[in-house]
């Protein structure tokens, strides 16, 4: 019965080293084509918690943090930017404006992902949607990470299911799973609770990535992938992750930007939002999570009537000015009025298009041949829209 049980653990051993070798080796092989991943543009990556105690993070939860990780190709500047989730914005479909972290209640993370681009007007890459479970697992499964706790966190909620009790001094800590779990949570100590909060947060992402890139964790890399993948909601694959590892390498994460969405604290309507700095805004795309031209000054674009209301191609070629846009005429589309808003755009354009449709809440879509005029993009605005 003992021979038995040693000879299982060789196996197991053997299975083990084995696994990772063939991480090793799969690594080595995206190496070998770091260079050509060195081009093109920015990786943009939407990570986001939901308030999710049952660990279900599929369902149609608040999102309870929203953070977007910025990537340069030579990972020189790396961003974190926090969106607060009161955040005023526009979400697609909706016939007002709402705090942001509504919208994966309404549409899951879709729609999230979609009112994060229309927002920031950028692309989004990848996604991670994950609860506090993922974080306690993945943490325990890198044994711990080392945080500056900025204030004493106390804090007792008997009625809470499991009761909550959180207790961490002030100081360096290094926090097991448990504990990373209640110091994400804590709010209610800080000056400015909310904003203190998402100071910590971006600390602890910051403290996880370097971590996790730390190379006495490469041995670990098997469990961390089986972990990731059993907690964790994303289209991330296996191969890109490991890329994305690879071209990490030389990440110094201690000099990561981290940027809070600048706003305003407002109430409308007697609800309390946060109002955004389009001017600050406007600097922080341009700085780090545009490229080196401005997605809005590549298209150049013709704003159509399409629903028989008087003055509509005026007023929508206003607010499309205001994000930044060239509108270079306004008309009556030519085929009668229409029930869905659409954009008719050349092929050459379809990457800014994406961005500029989900600005303005349209979702159809048509490639043509050619440009109309000197227009490349056509927005024909139907009836609900106007609705």
């Avoid at 092989?29 to 990556?45: E, L, M, S």
């Avoid at 030579?74 to 969106?83: A, E, G």
Wanted: net charge negative.
């Amino acid at each position: 019965m003992s021979i038995e049980k040693k000879g299982n653990k060789k196996k197991l051993s053997l299975f083990r080293v084995t696994l990772i070798v063939v991480v090793i080796l799969f690594i080595g092989n995206f190496i070998n084509t770091y260079r050509a991943d060195q081009v093109g543009d920015r990786t943009h990556v939407l990570v986001f918690g939901v308030d999710d105690p049952d660990g279900n993070s599929g369902a149609r939860t608040r999102a309870d943090t929203i953070m977007v990780l910025s990537l340069d190709p030579k990972m020189n500047n790396p961003l974190l930017l926090s969106i607060p989730r009161d955040t005023r914005v526009n979400i697609p479909g909706r016939k007002s404006m709402d705090k942001i972290n509504h919208a994966h209640a309404y549409g899951g993370r879709e729609l999230l992902v979609s009112t994060v681009e229309g927002l920031l007007e950028i692309e989004i890459d990848y996604y991670l949607r994950l609860n506090y479970e993922a974080v306690r697992e993945v943490v325990d499964t890198l044994g711990g990470i080392e945080v500056d706790v900025a204030v004493d966190m106390k804090y007792e909620d008997p009625y809470d299911d499991p009761p909550l009790s959180i207790n961490i001094p002030k100081g360096n800590q290094v926090l097991d799973g448990i504990n990373a779990m209640h110091f994400l949570r804590f709010r209610s100590g800080y000056a400015s609770q909310d904003l203190g909060r998402i100071q910590a947060q971006q600390q602890f992402v910051q403290a996880l990535i370097k971590e996790g890139l730390a190379p006495w964790n490469l041995i670990k890399t098997p469990k961390l992938l089986s972990v990731f993948f059993q907690h964790v909601d994303t289209n991330l694959t296996m191969g890109k992750i490991l890329t994305m590892g690879v071209n990490s390498i030389n990440l110094d994460t201690d000099n990561m930007t981290k940027i809070t969405l600048p706003g305003t604290p407002k109430m409308i309507n007697r609800v309390s939002y946060i109002v955004v700095d389009e001017n600050e805004l406007k600097e922080i795309k341009k700085d780090y999570l545009l490229n080196s031209e401005s997605v809005s000054s590549q298209i150049v674009i013709e704003v159509l009537n399409g629903c028989g209301v008087s003055g509509t191609a005026g007023k929508f070629a206003e607010v499309i000015q205001g994000h930044g846009y060239a509108v270079e005429g306004i008309g009556n589309y030519d085929n009668g009025n229409v029930e869905n808003s659409f954009i008719e755009y050349s092929s050459q354009s379809k990457k800014e298009v994406n961005v500029l449709a989900k600005k303005l809440g349209i979702s159809q879509l048509i490639e043509v041949d050619g440009e109309t005029n000197t227009a490349n993009v056509r927005v024909i605005i139907g009836s609900d829209l106007v609705n």
